[in-house]
Structures are given as C-alpha cells and as structure tokens.
C-alpha cells in the first residue's frame, strides 16, 4: 500500500544539498543520473529562464511518472552571487543579513557548487532518495 498525500496537505518542507567542484552538473545530466538509479520513467519540468530568481543558475522539478505530484526541487546558484549580495546587504543595513541563520547559498565555498534538493516530508520519499543517489553517482557530496 502506498500512502499519498493531496497537494494541499504538504508539510514539513526540508531543503538538503550536494557539493560539487565548479561547476555543478547541468539539469539534463542531473535528470539522466537520477533516471539511471532509479530505472524508473521521470517527469522534468525546468522553471523558464526569466522566471528564475536573480540569484539562481537554475531550477527545475523531477518526479516519478508514475507519482506526478511528488516531487523534488533542484536548483543551483550562480558562483558566488548569494554570497556577494549579503556583504552589499549586510554594508547597506549595517546589520549581519547572515543572523542567526546563514542565508541558503551564501556558505558555498570558492570553487564549489551547491545543487540543493527540496521536497516535503509528507511526500512519497523514493523521488528524494533517487535524487541523492543520482547527484551522489555524478560526484556529489551530500550535505544535511
């Protein structure tokens, strides 16, 4: 029995990530490594360029055909960008924009790419799992 939830009861969002030595995998590459792990037909849907944040390199969804709506976000940013806005942030306010909690893509150290990996915990895990395991077989380090 497979339990699922509607998408108006989505819970309990997580966010983890992957590093890579610059530059991170493109979507495509991050789409076939999960499909080879997982044997099992996805569905990919990229957010168009110009509705990306600012900030983001890029962002698409990845889902089971056969569970279309658990799914998993994807989505990298631009070398060194969060980090860059926050010192031009943090100068501006003369308050730290990092406290107390860092701001998502503002640790990414020199050299590496983050791709992080969103989903929610009341979703069917396995798209999440593929996801790790796809962006681990292509090099990455998971980071929870």
Not at 106 to 122: A, W
């Given at each position: ?11 309990g ?35 168009a ?31 060194g ?24 893509g ?17 979703q ?21």
């Open positions: 029995m497979i339990l699922t939830s509607s998408e108006d009861s989505k819970m969002v997580f966010r983890i990530y992957a590093e890579f030595p610059y530059p991170a995998p493109e979507p495509q590459e991050i789409a076939e490594a999960i499909f080879n792990v997982s044997g099992l037909e996805i569905v990919i849907n990229s957010v360029e110009d509705e990306l944040l600012e900030s983001q390199l890029y962002c698409f969804t990845v889902a089971f055909a056969s569970h279309p709506h658990h799914l998993v976000d994807l989505y990298a940013y631009r070398q960008f969060v980090k860059e806005k926050i010192k031009i942030e943090s100068k501006r306010t003369e308050l730290d924009v990092n406290w107390p909690y860092p701001v998502e503002s640790t990414e150290k020199h050299g590496v790419q983050n791709v992080y990996i969103g989903g929610y915990l009341t069917e895990l396995t798209i999440v799992d593929a996801a790790i395991a796809g962006l681990e077989s292509l090099g990455g380090v998971l980071n929870e």
